[in-house]
């Protein structure tokens, strides 16, 4: 399968502990995106790559976030000093820059973290 | 805040039938997609309508775009229980960002 991949599928955490995710986009693609999504809502939008830079973050980002994508392929999303605010869906989703093809985004299964 | 707002939040219908989900945003917009999520699952791609156009049919699927009213709606023709998902539009601004709404959830009844 060639598609978006993330891991875990599935984390539960204390609160106050520290949560990595990792996000393998599909090979070609050079945009990386990174979402949280909770119960009842749509994706709402956290970070933005274009190769291995950040190019945009939300404000929703706080300093307890951080985002990387080393070399341009894969990339982490870690939250540290969980809160119980921070459960949530986790999702990643990679892009092609390109005349027709770059606004479409191909996302992964998600990460679902649960703060206890 | 979200700038999609799709309409209804919720609908049932009857294996055969049609559905219609409308969504409603704020500012202009290069394109608007519309991406289906089964639960607990990632988001897929259904189809992508340019600000230029005003209609684009995919499979069952059709796409409308009112760019004067913002607004957008997304028919699916002769639903199947496999329709039974989260759909959600999303709008595309220029930049990096897409923006989804809250989505609508559709319940097919075999």
């Known amino acids: 399968d060639t598609g978006v991949s993330q891991d875990p599928r599935h984390k539960i955490t204390k609160r106050g502990q520290n949560v990595t995710f990792r996000c393998d986009p599909i090979s070609e693609h050079n945009r990386l995106y990174w979402y949280r999504q909770t119960l009842g809502q749509g994706p709402e939008f956290l970070t933005y790559?274009?190769?291995?830079?950040?190019?945009?973050k939300s404000r929703l980002l706080s300093d307890r976030f951080s985002a990387e994508r080393p070399k341009g392929s894969f990339s982490t999303l870690e939250i540290q000093r969980t809160e119980q605010g921070d459960s949530a869906m986790y999702l990643c989703a990679s892009s092609l820059a390109g005349l027709a093809l770059r606004e479409t985004q191909y996302f992964g299964p998600g990460t679902r973290l649960l703060v206890l | 805040s979200q700038q999609g707002e799709e309409d209804p939040q919720a609908l049932s219908i009857q294996e055969g039938e049609n559905a219609t989900m409308n969504c409603s945003y704020k500012t202009s917009i290069n394109n608007l997609q519309w991406y289906r999520q089964n639960s607990g699952r990632g988001l897929v791609h259904l189809i992508l309508i340019r600000s230029n156009e005003r209609e684009k049919h995919s499979g069952r699927l059709r796409v409308t775009l009112d760019t004067s009213k913002k607004s957008s709606s997304l028919l699916i023709t002769a639903s199947r229980a496999a329709d039974t998902a989260s759909y959600f539009c999303?709008?595309?601004?220029?930049?990096?960002?897409?923006?989804f709404g809250a989505g609508t959830r559709l319940f097919v009844k075999a």
């Open positions: 790559f274009q190769n291995e830079a950040q190019l945009e």
């Open positions: 999303a709008t595309y601004t220029g930049g990096f960002k897409t923006i």
